[in-house]
């Protein structure tokens, strides 16, 4: 857990800009003036270094870690993200690597596990002592992807019939020990977890109140639970502490409020990725290869675009309309277009609702009462303004079909794109991925045909 | 700052849903049975008694909140969104709405009076004692939108000179008042701030040790820098908490970290709302009207309507083209679609990687490269696709022209789609306002033209 006594420490630095950072320190390497590297990086804050890791290639990236004082390098190879953390394990000296592993706490060597190829995850894991691969293995045991993996099993507790100057005795003598001491999960003689309760509690009690009549009921994590559902309950929660228990209730880490951050920074990474229609990057922009970019999108391009297929499809149904009229081909591109965008804010606003809890898959009656409403006002409008400007424009018949498809549209449109999310949180798919580029292919296409059926029948082709 | 303490005790519950909460207390109201109705209201825990306000019509509301134990009231108001305060505050009784404005803290005090009409935010502000008036005056001096609005004026501080022992003294002495005691800002003889101690490390010293010796520069926010930004940095560098200072860097106020996550869960609310076209509802889903819906969609839906009439233009132009060859109008929406898709792709990524503090405009060149051959590459494999399929089902030369235009907006969607948010970035505009939208009416207008050009150079029109 992060203190204000880890803080960064500035010294005499100057450059604050990591892009100037980084580029200082490329020329110096480049010029093999590693003195003068050393120099400006043992100047340099920890979260500086960090970025200008995160924006270096490789092979910069470990002749700058390798720079590093020993105390500055674990606290700037626990700020990277796994991938690079594996990258660099393969550059360095195996003695600099078995120390910096066995430095790490057990969470976040558990998290690099995930990353090594096997053989090196299980020598460095021999290399461990006793206690130390104890506490490691209390973590791999679980899942990964759960909030077993991700949490610590270093932790100070306390027992219902504990006085509070006990406690704080206890407390003082975990205190390098524990991740942290702000939070006291209270447990019974089974190691059950049966409360919580704040260090504040603790120091304001007489000493000799019982820790039974200070605690108060505990919101936990099961251990196989999404590391992600977990990360969101105690942001929600506020907690500085989210205890996490076994089967049998029995507590066996505890999730400090920066590692929920870390969680839900990632699982968000990944949500807006895929709302934007690609995988996440897993690594920072600037540290990722044009292939990794290109892996992360092609499959999705590729998916959408036979997607779109359909909207050829349905074209081809009216091509004679079109080669009758060819002006109503005119507004193709803009009646898709709002459509589209129509069926994107609802469905913007349904996923965001889903992910603060304001609104669950149950609730899809008034979503649906909610979203046709808005759909046919805002159809009205804009179908309103659309028969004005193209029957001034064009001719008032081209206006009336105009209007009408974009007042059918925005209502189909809104209410598809506000169910949307909720169909994919009911089937456990990731709402965020299943919504818009989806409702704009399925918008794309069923508005293609309200547009030339009520074109049809309006010009009476 | 909520602590363990202040966790829900959740009693005899039963309902944990708070769909079907809501609809039972619904039921029982509509029934005006209400001394069942306070019965349920007084088994559920606070957290989920705020989710049944969050869903419920605005009378409702102020029936359910007037059920409340006083205590659960203040919780439970605190944690409501401020427009739906306001609301309440017009429903209850005079003697509770000061009881409740006098109860609140003054960082969440600031924050109501922001949505009250003036005449009662006055009413209400000249009730309070001197104290609290003087501590919320220190609060409100500062704009709306500013850290110094949502800070904590309420905090205890040390001195570089006093010992851990005495700062542990001070420490018991204001633990009822002070908004945290976890990390304690240290301040010199004229209130400037010239460090920060965690309260471990005051724990673990010496208690002759003076603070000096244990205190480390503190990361801190100006009073009238954006609450966001602050938030921002106390969440990437994992704060307890961050100290606000003047202009003179004196100390004038705390921003926790529960405060933070408030700040960053309403600006992350605006972004998506706004990435999705729409403005941000400022109160949660159910409880917003069916008009307060259609205000937040509509302007952007007409922008974007007159920004896709340049598409309608664009057509024209090649109208005579689209004659000839009414074929190459099946193909409009796809191409429109799929470049759309890959701008979004890199608009996406990069807001992401600029929100994370990945890149900055500076790395414009860097993200240039990166685009322009992710871009590239994705057009050579798509444009292959579309080559082979167009080439089978149709004909080889409209396979051509479909392969040559997918390689060629490919990369232009994806260098415009990276390079947008950065642009944004430096004119101070939202990157995710600007991206999104924009570039997809950018890309479609393009696309067309490319299209167009392309299919008159290959099919010699």
Redesign the interface.
Known sequence: ??????????GAVTVR????AARRLDALIGAENLHAAADMVEALPP?LVV?VL??SGARDRAVVFRLLPKGTALVVFEALDPPLQSELIRELHADRVNQLFTDLDPDDRAGLVDELPAHVATRLLRELDQDEQALTAAVLDYPTGSVGRRMSPEFVSTHPDVTAGETLER??RR??HAET???IPVTDDQRRLVG??????I??AEPGTPVRD?M????TARARESAEAAARRS???????LPVVDDEHRLVGILT??DA??IL?DA??ED??R????EP?RR???A?P??A??R???V???V??FG??L??QV??VF?AT??QV??L??????I???G???G??A???????LA?????P??AL??LG?EI??GF??GV??GA??LA?TGLVYDTDLGLVIGLTLLAL?TIAATVGGLMPLLAQAVRADPAVFS??FI??FV?ATG?VVYFLIARAVLGL
Do not use: H, K
């Not at 800009?17 to 100037?20: C, G, H, I, T």
């Not at 469905?347 to 609702?353: D, E, L, N, Y």
């Open positions: 857990m992060t203190e204000p006594e880890d803080a960064r420490s500035t800009d990591p892009a100037e979260s970025d995160e924006r407390v003082r205190i390098d001491i702000y939070a919580i309760v704040g260090l504040r509690a120091m304001r200070l108060n009921e505990a919101i942001a929600d929660e506020r907690l500085i502490v409020f920066d951050l870390r920074e968000e990474t807006t990725a709302a934007g229609g690609s990057l920072p922009y600037l990722t044009v292939r970019l290109v992360s999108r092609v999705w391009l590729l959408l675009a779109a297929a909207t050829v074209l081809e091509e079109i080669e060819v002006a081909s005119l507004f193709v591109p803009l898709i277009g709002t589209g965008n129509t994107n804010q469905a913007t606003t349904v996923t965001r609702a603060l809890g304001d609104v669950s149950r609730d008034r979503v909610q409403r808005a006002t805002l409008i804009l303004v659309g400007v925005c818009n580029p704009t292919t794309d293609l």
